[in-house]
């Protein structure tokens, strides 16, 4: 008898150079994405770097400007959070009239466990000076922006209060391992519940500065541009949409008659998720989904499921809908912006019942 294979899935390429590629939305059925399976975005080629020399400064606005080794990092108390990484540009290509950017599916996010040290901590110790209003987090790759025609390093910066969260961590293991080199080998900025722009990668320098950060990827890039002629009321992006993704049955899945598990999972920025409610009839019934017990705290996504029981054939359109401890509720239709950042419509797939 031949032992039956595991499934072996792999990510779906966007480009090879740089990395940009996601997960398949049906193989994250774990509430810790492993490695294989972790949606990749990058805006350069991957950085050279070299471990055993590693340092990383603290500088700026500060009183006492830090060099710290991985040693003195690993030194401090370290905490670790569940997040989900959730890329701004997920379900882009769901915008229509279309966006620009990569064509993002449903599979540009991810969870997992991330251990480091509060970037709090060592702000406190550097001593953060007057008037200091934003912390800027560089990372080691670069390359050139033909936009600008110029070069630049990947760097962001966050609002001093975002910065001194008690949860924002500069993270150096993933899953109780170092974090793989994709990720941000050795120290990677975790954001808790901000889109996974602001989580930068292979930290070069944190700076504190007093006046607002303009580079690229902060003042061109991550902004919602709500008009398409015009570049107006622009805003930045920050926390995460209410959201939910459908799992099983998959889009244009033929399924027979009887009862079936609708499976997905919902996540939010801001507070916890309250509610998911299942449309079998394209949005005009609802019924609330179980919940995972236990699930809805935290930074984490939940996982939902809902018994389906049904007898007639033919098509039918399986719509999801998630409530936040808001009140904020997945719209009917998303907010659409230049770039296609932040889609968070309902979620529905298309069955036919056999
Ligand atoms: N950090 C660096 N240094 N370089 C990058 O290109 N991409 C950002 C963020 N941090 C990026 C980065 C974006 S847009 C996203 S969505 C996440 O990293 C992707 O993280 P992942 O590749 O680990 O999935």
């Not at 480009?15 to 805006?43: G, K």
């Not at 600008?148 to 150096?172: C, G």
Request: glycine letters at 8%.
């Amino acid at each position: 008898m031949t032992k039956p294979q595991k499934v072996r899935p792999y990510l779906t390429t966007h480009s090879l150079l740089p990395e940009n590629q996601e997960t398949p939305i049906q193989f994250i059925n774990n509430d810790s994405v492993e490695n294989q399976l972790f949606f990749r975005r990058n805006h350069f080629t991957y950085p050279t770097l070299s471990y055993s020399n590693y340092w990383l400064p603290i500088n700026g606005v500060v009183s006492a400007p830090l060099l710290l080794s991985m040693q003195d990092i690993l030194q401090y108390p370290s905490k670790t959070v569940e997040v989900v990484l959730e890329c701004s540009g997920d379900k882009r290509n769901l915008f229509e009239p279309k966006t620009f950017g990569e064509q993002w599916e449903k599979g540009a996010i991810s969870q997992g466990k991330w251990k480091g040290v509060p970037l709090r901590t060592l702000l406190e110790i550097s001593g953060i000076g007057e008037g200091a209003k934003e912390v800027v987090v560089e990372g080691y790759d670069y390359g050139l922006r033909t936009d600008l025609d110029e070069v630049y390093t990947y760097t962001r910066s966050l609002p001093i209060e975002k910065a001194l969260h008690q949860d924002t961590i500069i993270a150096y293991e993933y899953n109780n391992q170092p974090i793989p080199f994709k990720h941000g080998y050795p120290l990677r900025l975790i954001v808790p519940q901000w889109y996974a722009m602001a989580s930068v990668k292979w930290i070069k320098q944190i700076s504190v500065i007093n006046t607002p950060f303009t580079g690229p990827f902060q003042t061109i890039d991550y902004m919602y541009y709500p008009n398409k002629d015009n570049d107006q009321n622009a805003f930045p992006v920050t926390a995460i949409n209410i959201n939910s993704t459908i799992q099983k049955p998959l889009d244009m899945e033929k399924i027979n008659t009887g009862v079936h598990l609708i499976k997905g999972i919902a996540w939010t920025g801001k507070g916890v998720i309250t509610k998911v409610e299942i449309s079998i009839d394209d949005g005009y019934t609802w019924s609330n989904a179980d919940i995972l017990p236990g699930k809805n705290v935290g930074y984490g996504w939940v996982s939902w499921s809902f018994e389906w029981n049904i007898s007639e054939k033919g098509e039918y359109t399986i719509k999801s809908r998630a409530t936040d401890s808001f009140g904020q509720i997945q719209p009917n239709l998303p907010f659409w912006n230049k770039k296609g950042y932040g889609y968070n419509a309902i979620d529905k797939v298309k069955v036919k019942v056999e």
